[in-house]
């Protein structure tokens, strides 16, 4: 058996900006080798951050990553880190492929390099693009076709990247034709409630598959609406957890482990290998460090705890607003309060993302207002000292009304986007991110103003249903120990209403919300149909009034109007690119 | 050889709407019939309508369109209609394929059946997915490996699905291989400027590697942003034209074909075929009927001219708008009318669209606004007979103005804003689809406010770059003959403002629009970086300056807000359904 000492770095990157994300890969590096590691791994796409979009079609992306990898292969040795072995992922081209209609431009890979002795000793591609879900990767790669396998201090290390774990055949396969003792895999794995647990199954089967002790590296950070959750793992050949980092916050797993040593003296060699999946690759072979190390004495790895899920769930959210706001260049955030449960969840995640200083609210009561509204609000912003302000919307309602005869459904929508004006004019004026309040129930079924509660650069709970508002509200409450809780339990404890007419319940338009929440989960996200959702227990008239609610509030989750496509790129439609976007073309940086 | 009366049924059905799309196919299989033809095609998914996005993940869905099919097929034969062949465009599904992570939940097919005599005689599916662009098939696809060739009056007929044409190797290579006479083709693809040369050169590329005449049908209409511009046309086996249908209107393309005779007697088989494209097909051999037609007098095949640049773009807009108003179930439009060349040609293509009657124009003045603005705005009204009222905003900007000090580019905002209150809330009100009327390089450059210009249902010049607008509406004004031309010369020729601050000019803000527009095709169609775009000789300056405003304005172009997702469907980035959606989920229709 050979030692070896790995570090996983479960970094933050941020899309766009290489510059900063070699510093980054450089400076944990730095850490890894203090730690005594022999081997960094850095997660997928570290250097260009994930997911790039577009940007991978322009050339002078591609040449920029390529680039910064060689530069940042040189600086770790010029900085006396060049006998760490570094894994890092960032995006390459094919150069040998002919072009055909609907190929990705230049044709991009997303790659991983192995950097030692100011070298790139080895570069390799991810064999299984995934292109569900989130995933668009047949719009942007070219798929990989080799196992790179290099011997580092007597022991053969393969290289495969994220999806290529979730796939049968391909890397994990070779992997074992290949008899390397060690699969070290780049990620970059979107959260996604209850996700962890499937992770770490899926790392044990295919530790068993490859037959190697397989080392995870997640990201961690938010990107748009992406957030990459970290928890980073280590399991042996049997399946075992070795090691595993912490979820949603920056990270250097450090781990021994001991490892069995090459059995042949090693020769380079390319040689051919069914992937098992109708593709044949090639194993790719190097070497660094034939020598197993001198015997040394183990640290103990590290293990969290995984969270449960209300803690989950909320670290993802702050950590979302912290990292949307951070990365987009803004530092405090705006927000419409009004009483109710989501606009204070939203100021709590808030003040908890980037302290109660940079948050402030504003207070837009309307002739339909409760006096508790205001109160309840008020003594929200008094406990968290969040900053506040008052702005009455009567006076500004009735100059509409001077002119235009609004009434029912009008008047109300009228007066949300009265109150999103106020809240975009103040952010113009002073610099504030606006934060939506709006939940996932309340945008499924459309029950929202279009330019009006929805107006806004970032939306905290978008993607929370209301029942699961409730609970993250009790359970941050339940975490201020003998702090006073931060959210006045009127809020929660009253019924939701919009206040835009008098006497108004969220009841006299929408089922209560366990009932709806349980529903628009069976049929947005399992996509069951109608019989089947009633096969599932759901009331009859309820799933037809609700598949249409939810269809028809489609044109609502947009926020540029659609419009005729002319051209090869109409925005949205087929130009896509990140908002987060720290990219400067080569000059603009200048 | 062999006659046969071909009939290309350029329709333009609804996403969703089945009963509705089966019903045009028995209605244009009438008028086939009536015409003589012997064969009828339709465009890919007819039945269903194209792109159907998630809808195609969803089991109900899936049976839905199978049973239409079956139905459609003993309808056709019970209205007398069996004894033509009818070759329709549907959803199906591979059932023998093992689920795995990523492929498409229930493993859709984009498919095509050939009906006769109230049977489904046989069903095939695209082989080629397209992912890029518009396209996202991998999403939501399983490909097809079959080339099926029916015998219909002696002659071998091969049937193909859209990117079947677009790549090498698949369909087009076995065609040849099976011998078969004519190869039917069933397209959605949409409208692109310039395309139409493209596609008539790759049909007749494909016709002479098939060694068949090939017929394109291919759907019109408009679907969300999608334009489907029809353009159906026939080629022989030497790749010369025999036939054309005019664009962005339905059609029923008769010709009569002079094919080569079946050379052997007919035995059912499927044989296996290397499709050259790295799999293997089965050819899947039927017979309709084997024996040659008697001789008749053939008809003169039509062959519609191609229109000029502007034509096509107009015809592109209107037929957009027509259909995204009628699909949707609107009667009527609203505006804000400016006086300004956007919001004019905007009014004209929608009175083209939908009639000048049902064209609601509001004029907004505010105290910036000049005197021209709203002369020009009430000639235009009163020319193109379009129906208009006038709601000043300043004592709205003084109500807002009384609670909160905004300055600058927030007051210009403001503005804005309240503008598009105005126009949401006399659409709640009255029921009118608002158009915004931004054009793309404002959209590209970021040069609109959110949640005002940029407010509303449908952008119909959103892909439409600034100087394509002012040669659409001379091009317009030069189609109004002896009528008056449409459009006041004078919003033509005076320079573009905003008129949200005094004497203000887009220049002050925005090169000369041909400056820009050459940049930013540059930029966003071709995706040049910095250093290339300075090689294609745009001022360097200009260069850094645009590109920081295109890629700072991507969130603005965003739908709803983002938020962080936590679960296996956030809306928008993995939830994605047509807005324009007729289907009802089974019970639901009743």
Redo the contacts between chains.
Sequence with gaps: MAQLRIALAQVDPTVGDLQGNADLVVAWSRRAAEAGAHLAVFPEMALTGYPVE?LV?????V?ASIETLEVTARRLRDEGLGELAVVVGYVDRRSDVRH??????GAPLDAAALLYGGQVVVRTAKHHL???????E??YFIRGDRLPVVRLHGVDVAIAVC?DL???GGPVSVTREAGAALLVVPNAS????FKDDVRLELCARRAREAGATLAYVNMVG?Q????FDGDSLIVDASGELLARAPAFVEDLLVTDLDLPEAASPFTPAQTSADAHDGTVMTIDRHLVSAEPLPPYEPVEPPRAEPLDDCAE?YG??V???RD?VRK?GFESVILGLSGGVDSALVATIAADAIGAGNVHAVLMPSRYSSDHSITDAEELVKRQGINART??IR??V???E??????G??EE??QA??R???L???S??HGHLVL?TGN?SE??TGYST??GD???????????PKTLVFELCEWRNGQAGSSPRPIPQNIIDKPPSAELRPGQRDTDSLPEYEVLDALLDDY??K??????L?EAGHD?DL??RV??MV?RA??????????????????????R???T?A??????RR
């Design positions: 577009d079609l322009r050339k002078s992306f040449d055909r209609v609907g190929q990705p431009s995934p292109n569900y879900g989130v995933f668009d047949y719009r999806e979730w796939q049968d979107p959260y996604e409630r938010g748009d609406e992406l957030i769930v993802a959210l950590l979302g607003v949307y987009n702005v009455p006076d500004i009735e100059a509409y001077a002119d235009l005869d609004l009434h459904l009008a929508n009228l986007r009265i999103g004006n106020i975009m004019g103040l113009n004026q939506t996932k945008l499924a279009l330019y929805s107006a806004g650069g970032f939306g905290p709970i978008k993607d929370v947005v996200e996509d069951l149909g109608h019989d089947a009633i009859a799933v037809d598949i249409r269809d489609e044109y609502k989750r947009r926020q540029y109007p659609p419009g005729p496509k002319i051209s090869p790129k109409n925005f949205g439609r087929d130009r690119l990140p908002i976007n990219w400067r073309e080569p000059s603009a």
